[in-house]
């Protein structure tokens, strides 16, 4: 897998160094990390921090035990940084669980490091695993409750607006598709080609989005805000329409069987 992403080399060089020291400090290989917030998602502000996300693998021993232990590594957040990660194991699990989150990260289009082929792999195995109804209760408890809590007043927090569309578009999405949605912002925007005037006032908060701060207030999109509550609805009345489901962990288990051997 190549890495992309139009990122500062300096930025580059601070996050991969991060790595590099945290791999040593924590005896783990760093199968995979990537940008997981608003720079991979694309609508940035010029001050969002980089959200940096892991995937490791620790030496085999570590597994073999009956003890519990801690399954994430969480370096301190500042206001350019924000890294944390998963063991192999924990991903998988979440993966078979359809968890949006780590379906979000292997999609990313900003890759950090990729020390292995497993983005690639669970993209192989997403088609199989991912299950639609899981994923949109995540993305619509998402839309619901940054719509409540943020978007009510005269005077709102433009990013909010952003943290309510995209998860509200991926439940739309995986509605009509039945498959996990697309990580980019622009990707989804697709779903509403035929809704230009929705497409007009995303487009403007955009504009505003790329030289505003994340502290930056608007005056609240009435037309945004009964868009978004509409599709609230439909995606609430289409969600139970979808059976549950649970997925087979062969795959999966031969997965982590496989990186878990390569350890030792």
């Known amino acids: 897998m190549n890495i992309v992403g139009e990122i500062e080399i300096d930025i580059q060089?601070?996050?991969?160094?991060?790595?590099?020291?945290?791999?040593?400090?924590?005896?783990?290989?760093?199968?995979?990390?990537?940008?997981?917030?608003?720079r991979a998602w694309g609508f940035p502000s010029p001050d969002s921090d980089y959200d940096v996300?892991?995937?490791?693998?620790?030496?085999?021993?570590?597994?073999?035990?009956?003890?519990?232990?801690?399954?994430?590594?969480?370096?301190p957040i500042n206001s350019l940084l924000d890294i944390n990660g998963w063991d192999l194991r924990k991903a998988l699990k979440l993966f078979k669980g359809s968890n949006?989150?780590?379906?979000?990260?292997?999609?990313?289009?900003?890759?950090?490091?990729?020390?292995?082929?497993?983005?690639?792999?669970?993209?192989?195995?997403?088609?199989?695993?991912?299950h639609p109804r899981a994923g949109i209760y995540h993305y619509l408890n998402m839309t619901t409750n940054c719509y409540r809590e943020h978007l009510q007043s005269a005077t709102v927090k433009l990013k909010k607006y952003f943290y309510a569309l995209r998860p509200?578009?991926?439940?739309?999405?995986?509605?009509?598709?039945?498959?996990?949605?697309?990580?980019?912002?622009s990707a989804?925007?697709?779903?509403?080609?035929?809704?230009q005037d929705i497409l007009a006032e995303i487009d403007r908060l955009l504009t505003i989005k790329a030289t505003a701060n994340e502290t930056t207030t608007i005056s609240v999109s009435q037309i945004l805000n009964n868009f978004i509550q509409a599709e609230i609805n439909n995606c609430e009345l289409a969600v139970k329409l979808i059976p549950k489901h649970d997925n087979d962990s062969f795959a999966l288990n031969n997965l982590f069987k496989k990186y878990a051997l390569s350890s030792s």
């Open 53 to 75: 996300r892991f995937i490791y693998l620790r030496p085999l021993e570590w597994y073999l035990s009956i003890e519990d232990r801690r399954d994430t590594i969480d370096l």
């Open 168 to 185: 509200i578009l991926a439940a739309k999405w995986i509605v009509q598709y039945q498959t996990c949605p697309p990580m980019v912002f």
């Open 100 to 130: 949006s989150v780590i379906y979000e990260w292997i999609q990313s289009p900003i890759i950090y490091q990729a020390n292995s082929n497993l983005a690639q792999e669970l993209l192989d195995l997403a088609t199989s695993c991912y």
């Open 188 to 195: 989804l925007l697709t779903l509403i080609s035929d809704r």
């Open 13 to 38: 060089t601070t996050i991969s160094a991060q790595l590099q020291q945290l791999a040593i400090q924590e005896q783990i290989v760093i199968l995979y990390a990537c940008e997981s917030g608003s």
